[in-house]
């Protein structure tokens, strides 16, 4: 197998130094000096890992490779997991490209063995930067040989967002800021922002990543955090300022998608949950990751604080709901009673209490010192993908295309919201106001007075469009509270 060095990488000899008529070597005479020495050109520098071959890996190979099920056993996400090799042992020899199977398997012209398969292969120029640094030793220049290749990558500049979207997108995330006048929509490489009194287009916050999971305000209302990413190749949490939509701080970046953020009862922390099945907490202030919880077997669809502060209680896809240390990351308790991915969770007001929704068509409240079951809250037709807490009411968003309004302390169901023709993933409350948000696949926002139920309004969150439909003066309500 031919292998081609760059030219800047390639050293002449030096030539041997002109003789005179004795046979020594000359030093030169008065009318001709001697030759100069040519000036050593130097060896090309090795490729940085952290910032050239990681990228590479995060992108091209992390999917398969990653973490959870690895395809051969072979993990990339870190490091020290890239060196220490697969199911058939070492796939790179430091130093010797030749006999290194990762090299091999990436320059090979055969579709069935090349690396990545079933997706464009690498360029040239990244296969021959993978092979330069393999040759010169694959050496290590990131922060810790442990952490994660997507933690060591620079944020991301992201392309802009379509001037006018050809389609609405999926509405996976909502939020209203904290004075009720402004409610705040996960779009396509953006977040735009609403008037939810008439469904006007205020603003778009840019350089996002293409899918936005979740958003929240700071309870000051001067940051909006941010879960994004592109499934199984990013994963990003960012704050942003919600005034002229500039990027204040990039926490992290992810192998896979962020899924939810929360801040803290008092703003002065951030919660993040992950597909790569962590829940990190970050000091808003600094940025600092200062609590990593790596408990659950399955991605982090929902976190939530508890009003006290001290706790986080979580929703996962490996069917469990967990409770944790907020300051520590210790678990506390995990609650098992879905038998089916549970999606979303919620303390009580005081804290001693979880609700938790999912798969399984109902709510689960449950205590949150000892995870015993104390009630479940049924009537749905499919998943139940949302769950809030607020105000003494209980209010959820499901698949069924309706959002609904419970009693805290009896459990009742006050009203049902109906009017979505497809799935309800999303929904927002503010107290304030009395409103409630509710976003669906077909990219549907609704905004409804919870006092009476009545529509709001109704608005295709995309920017282009002309899809804004406001409720009628005598708006009909939503349907009453059943017997």
Not at 292 to 307: F, T, Y
Not at 422 to 427: E, I, P
Not at 451 to 474: E, M, W
């Amino acid at each position: 197998m031919s292998v081609s060095i760059p030219a800047d990488a390639i050293r002449a000899e030096d030539p041997p130094p002109a003789e005179n008529t004795a046979g020594q070597a000359s030093s030169g005479t008065p009318d001709q000096p001697a030759a100069e020495k040519p000036a050593e050109q130097p060896a090309a520098p090795a490729p940085s890992f952290k910032n050239e071959i990681a990228p590479i890996f995060v992108g091209k190979c992390i999917a398969c490779h990653g973490q959870q099920e690895p395809k051969g056993e072979y993990q990339l996400h870190n490091y020290e997991s890239l060196m220490k090799g697969g199911a058939s042992g070492s796939a790179l020899v430091a130093g010797k490209p030749d006999d290194s199977e990762i090299v091999r398997l990436l320059e090979s012209t055969d579709a069935d063995e090349r690396m990545p398969k079933e997706a464009d292969a690498l360029s040239a120029e990244q296969v021959a930067l993978v092979r330069r640094w393999v040759a010169a030793g694959a050496p290590f220049d990131g922060p810790d040989p442990k952490a994660p290749l997507a933690s060591m990558l620079p944020a991301r500049v992201h392309a802009d967002p379509p001037a006018a979207y050809p389609v609405a997108v999926p509405i996976t995330a909502l939020a209203f800021n904290p004075d009720g006048g402004v409610l705040a929509v996960g779009g396509y490489r953006e977040i735009t922002l609403w008037n939810p009194t008439d469904g006007a287009l205020v603003s778009r916050i840019k350089n996002v990543a293409e899918r936005v999971y979740a958003l929240e305000y700071s309870p000051d209302g001067k940051l909006l955090a941010a879960a994004t990413g592109l499934p199984g190749s990013l994963g990003e949490v960012r704050l942003y300022n919600p005034a002229d939509g500039s990027l204040v701080r990039h926490l992290v970046s992810l192998a896979d998608v962020a899924c939810d953020v929360t801040f803290s009862p008092d703003g002065t922390k951030l919660a993040a949950a992950a597909a790569d099945r962590s829940i990190r907490v970050f000091d808003v202030a600094t940025g600092a990751e200062e609590v990593l919880i790596e408990d659950h077997a399955d991605w982090v669809l929902g976190l939530a604080w508890s009003p006290d502060g001290t706790k986080l209680v979580s929703a996962s896809r490996d069917k469990t709901s967990k409770v944790f240390d907020s300051k520590t990351g210790d678990a506390i308790i995990t609650y098992s009673g879905h038998g089916e991915p549970v999606y979303a969770a919620a303390f009580s007001p005081d804290s001693t209490q979880v609700y938790s929704a999912g798969r399984d068509r109902k709510i689960h409240q449950w205590q949150a010192t000892d995870a015993k079951a104390l009630a479940q809250i049924g009537g749905y037709g499919l998943d139940v993908f949302g769950v809030l807490v607020q105000a003494g009411q209980i209010f959820s968003c499901s698949a069924d295309m309706t959002a609904r309004q419970h009693g805290l302390e009896q459990r009742n169901e006050v009203r049902v919201f109906s009017g979505h023709t497809d799935w309800v993933y999303a929904l927002a409350y503010h107290d304030g106001t009395k409103r409630l948000a509710t976003g669906s696949f077909d990219g549907e926002v609704r905004v409804w007075n919870v006092v009476d139920g009545a529509l709001v309004v109704a608005f295709k969150a995309a920017p282009g469009t002309a899809a804004v439909a406001a409720a009628p003066a005598v708006a009909a309500p939503a349907e009453p509270a059943k017997p």
